[in-house]
Each structure stands twice: as structure tokens, then as C-alpha cells.
């Protein structure tokens, strides 16, 4: 069942997402050669436990950290811990918050100082991949639509797209339905409607779709060891059109696609 929001409860889910994004810049802040990812997840958790808000991912089904910390071909799940970010790393940073009892949900992938233009592409192409997908959140389209344009745009520019981990709905649960495949045929699926809210996350790779999980039974990577992306928004549908609940901004949304959702887009 697909739980629509009223507009003060997509509020609510919106200052959620303000400390979600408030922890994300000052991640990138922090995100250098020689920072571990336990000092990460550290710094993440004081600053969403000052904001009188809860690390939505502690504890989850046991997870132990505050945040996910997923370098390089680690795609998603990525346990905080002693591993040190290295020069020409990726690091994905998965970022849940719960204020008052409502969770916003979102992700980055950074680049660790300079990295290979392989990198530099796959993150590039991601996030355009995920703002393709916003750009179909509107009302009267269908699930299909947002999926089938995060794969058109991914694989138009030379990606593979996870196709076992998806997007889902968010509200007072970090997982509520639907789930949202990052591939998919326009034209099908769910019809959007003003009050849903989604996590809109593709998750792709420089090399293969297939994926294995490790020994911890929480980190998934690419079984080809190929570097991997993952870019996440909490976006809600509404009748002006997507919104998103935890925007970051870019200085460089030069092209159309882009440039016209950011604009289009309510930033809180």
C-alpha cells in the first residue's frame, strides 16, 4: 500500500531532510586521504543527535552504524569502520534522519581529491541519471517512467544499473512501498499522485549489474570489483511538481535536464 502525505506532513519530512543535507555537506567537508570511515560515521551522528534528530540507520535490523560508508566498488552498506579513504577513492555516503518520527533519506558518492576520469564520469553520469529520474515525478505519470529514465540515461552513458538494489517509498518508515526500480518500461507500473513521497536512488557501476554481498552480511559490491555510484534523493510528488526534500547544490547544472529540474525543483 502506497501511503500519500498532506502537505504538512511532507513539511515534516522536509526539516528531516534539512539535517540530512546539513550532515551531508559537512561530510564533504571532512572527506580527505587518511580519514576513516568510523571517524564518518562519527561526526554524522553528533551532528544529527545535536539537531535533536536520530540516526536513522543505527540499529536498524542491527546495523551498527549511523550512516553507510561504501568505497569504490562497494555499492551500498558499507559498515563504518577503520578503512581509510586513499586518494583517488569514491566514497558513497548514505545519510538517514528521523525527526519527530518522520525520515528523510539520501546519498552521495564523493570523489577522495583527484580521481581517474573513469570516476570522475561514473559519478558525473549518476547523478544526471538521478535527476533525469526526478524530472518524471510528476503527477499522472507512472513508477515506469521514472525508472525507465534513470536507465535510459545511465546506460546512454556507458553504465551498468544495479538491477537487485531499488528505490522504495519513505514516510514515518525508512522502507515503505513501493519499490522503485532504477530500470524498467515507461508506461507502467503505479500511477504518481500528489502525497507520495519517494527515495529515488540509482546505484550503477563502470562495469557489470551483478552484485554479491560481504562477509559481514551488510556490504554489497560489484563482483567484478568495477567502481560503483550511488545518488539518492527524497523527492515528493506534488501538483507544481517534484520536490525535493533533500536537494545539495550544484554549480555546475549547465545542462537542460538538469538545470530545468533544479529550477523547477522546491529547495527547502
Same mark, same amino acid.
Given at each position: 500500500?502506497?501511503?500519500?502525505?498532506?502537505?504538512?506532513?511532507?513539511?515534516?519530512?522536509?526539516?528531516?531532510?534539512?539535517?540530512? $543535507?546539513?550532515?551531508?555537506?559537512?561530510? +564533504?567537508?571532512? $572527506?580527505?586521504? /587518511?580519514?576513516?570511515?568510523?571517524?564518518?560515521?562519527?561526526?554524522?551522528?553528533?551532528?544529527?543527535?545535536?539537531?535533536?534528530?536520530?540516526?536513522?540507520?543505527?540499529?536498524? =535490523?542491527?546495523?551498527?552504524?549511523?550512516?553507510?560508508?561504501?568505497?569504490?566498488?562497494?555499492?551500498?552498506?558499507?559498515?563504518?569502520?577503520?578503512?581509510?579513504? +586513499? =586518494?583517488?577513492?569514491?566514497?558513497?555516503? &548514505?545519510?538517514?534522519?528521523?525527526?519527530?518520527?518522520?525520515?528523510?533519506?539520501?546519498?552521495?558518492t564523493l570523489p577522495v581529491g583527484p580521481v581517474s576520469a573513469l570516476a570522475s564520469h561514473l559519478l558525473e553520469a549518476t547523478e544526471r541519471s538521478l535527476f533525469r529520474g526526478v524530472e518524471q515525478c510528476v503527477t499522472g505519470n507512472r513508477l515506469g517512467d521514472v525508472s525507465h529514465a534513470i536507465q535510459a540515461s545511465a546506460e546512454g552513458d556507458g553504465l551498468a544499473v544495479?538491477?537487485?538494489?531499488? /528505490?522504495?517509498?519513505?514516510?514515518?518508515?525508512?522502507?515503505?512501498?513501493?519499490?522503485?526500480?532504477?530500470?524498467?518500461?515507461?508506461?507502467?507500473?503505479?500511477?504518481?499522485?500528489?502525497?507520495? $513521497?519517494?527515495?529515488?536512488?540509482?546505484?550503477?557501476?563502470?562495469?557489470?549489474? &551483478?552484485?554479491?554481498?560481504?562477509? &559481514? /552480511?551488510?556490504?554489497?559490491?560489484?563482483?567484478?570489483?568495477?567502481?560503483?555510484?550511488? *545518488? +539518492? *534523493?527524497?523527492?515528493?510528488?506534488?501538483?507544481? /511538481?517534484?520536490?525535493?526534500?533533500?536537494?545539495?547544490?550544484?554549480? &555546475?547544472?549547465?545542462?537542460?535536464?538538469?538545470?530545468?529540474?533544479?529550477?523547477?525543483? =522546491?529547495?527547502?
Amino acid at each position: 500500500m502506497i501511503i500519500r502525505k498532506s502537505p504538512a506532513e511532507i513539511d515534516a519530512i522536509g526539516a528531516a531532510g534539512e539535517i540530512l $543535507v546539513r550532515t551531508l555537506r559537512l561530510l +564533504e567537508r571532512q $572527506v580527505r586521504p /587518511g580519514v576513516s570511515t568510523a571517524e564518518l560515521d562519527q561526526a554524522a551522528e553528533r551532528y544529527i543527535r545535536s539537531q535533536g534528530a536520530i540516526p536513522t540507520f543505527k540499529g536498524y =535490523r542491527g546495523f551498527p552504524g549511523s550512516i553507510c560508508a561504501s568505497p569504490n566498488s562497494m555499492i551500498v552498506h558499507g559498515i563504518p569502520g577503520p578503512y581509510r579513504l +586513499e =586518494r583517488g577513492d569514491v566514497i558513497s555516503l &548514505d545519510v538517514g534522519v528521523t525527526l519527530d518520527g518522520w525520515v528523510a533519506d539520501a546519498a552521495r558518492t564523493l570523489p577522495v581529491g583527484p580521481v581517474s576520469a573513469l570516476a570522475s564520469h561514473l559519478l558525473e553520469a549518476t547523478e544526471r541519471s538521478l535527476f533525469r529520474g526526478v524530472e518524471q515525478c510528476v503527477t499522472g505519470n507512472r513508477l515506469g517512467d521514472v525508472s525507465h529514465a534513470i536507465q535510459a540515461s545511465a546506460e546512454g552513458d556507458g553504465l551498468a544499473v544495479v538491477r537487485s538494489l531499488v /528505490g522504495h517509498g519513505v514516510g514515518r518508515s525508512m522502507h515503505e512501498d513501493p519499490q522503485i526500480p532504477n530500470f524498467g518500461e515507461p508506461g507502467k507500473g503505479p500511477r504518481l499522485q500528489e502525497g507520495m $513521497v519517494l527515495a529515488i536512488e540509482p546505484m550503477t557501476t563502470t562495469g557489470t549489474i &551483478d552484485v554479491q554481498t560481504g562477509e &559481514d /552480511g551488510w556490504a554489497i559490491y560489484s563482483t567484478d570489483r568495477s567502481l560503483a555510484a550511488h *545518488f +539518492e *534523493f527524497t523527492v515528493a510528488i506534488t501538483l507544481d /511538481g517534484p520536490r525535493i526534500l533533500t536537494p545539495w547544490h550544484r554549480d &555546475d547544472a549547465a545542462d537542460g535536464g538538469l538545470a530545468s529540474i533544479v529550477g523547477r525543483a =522546491r529547495a527547502i
